[in-house]
C-alpha cells in the first residue's frame, strides 16, 4: 500500500501510519510499531551506506554508486561516511548485504583464519 512505482511513497506511508496512531482499535500500537519497523528495513534496503578510510571524491562516489545501481537498481540513494580506522579501503552496507574491502577488515580475517 506504500509502494508507488516499486518504491516506497513517503505520504502513503505517514497517512497510514497517522490511521494506525489514530485507530481506536486493540493493537493498533502493535501494528504500528510493527509498521514502522517494516518501514526501517525496507528504507535500510534501498540505501547504500559507503564508509570510506579517506573522503571519495565524486569520481569515485560515482563509480561506486554506478556499480551498486546496476546489482540493486537505480532506486537506491547513498550515504558517504568516512572512518579513518579503515586504514584503507571502503565497506558498504546495503540492508543486510556487507561488502568489506577494507585493510581493516581484511586483517581481521586473517587473524581469523590463525
Known sequence: MCLMN???DEQRARRIAHLLA???RGGGT???HHFLRL???DC???TAYVT???VLDDRE???IMG???QRYGPSISSVFDVDPNLIGGARIAIGSDVYDGTVLGRLADLTRRF
Do not use: E, I, M
Open 39 to 41: 518501514l526501517k528495513l
Open 30 to 32: 502493535a501494528v504500528l
Open 44 to 46: 535500510a534496503r534501498r
Open 22 to 24: 489514530a485507530s481506536a
Open 67 to 69: 556499480a551498486v545501481s
Open 52 to 54: 570510506s578510510a579517506v
Open 61 to 63: 562516489r560515482r563509480a
Open 6 to 8: 516499486g518504491t516506497l
